[in-house]
């Protein structure tokens, strides 16, 4: 008998278009900082994800020798692609007059 009477009463309060009325924009509130929520939750999985696979990428790709060499090394020395000591800049000075490789005469 009790539990029919507080359904009743329940169902009388929830109907109520005073009560209604009220909780629309509160609704409307709180739904709109849940979706703000959700949205900053996803766009933080989304980065964490990135991260994970080019992590996972790294760490299945093979390297080259030089790169095992430099990791053996403890990162002393100069690594692939410096350009400080980069044997491409250095290949057309050699120190003699001229331009570079000459050619035979005659030949």
Not at 18 to 26: E, G
Not at 34 to 63: D, G, L, M, N
């Amino acid at each position: 008998m009790i539990q029919k009477y507080q359904a009743a009463r329940s169902y009388k309060e929830a109907i109520d278009p005073n009560r209604v009325a009220v909780l629309s924009p509160d609704m409307k509130r709180v739904r709109a900082l849940q979706q703000e929520a959700a949205a900053i939750r996803a766009t933080e999985a989304e980065e964490e994800r990135k991260k994970k696979v080019k992590s996972e990428k790294e760490r299945k790709r093979v390297k080259s020798p030089e790169e095992e060499r430099w990791d053996k090394l403890g990162g002393v020395g100069n690594a692939l692609g410096d350009r400080n000591n980069d044997v491409s800049a250095v290949v057309g000075s050699s120190g003699v007059g001229g331009a570079g490789v000459r050619r035979r005469r005659g030949d």
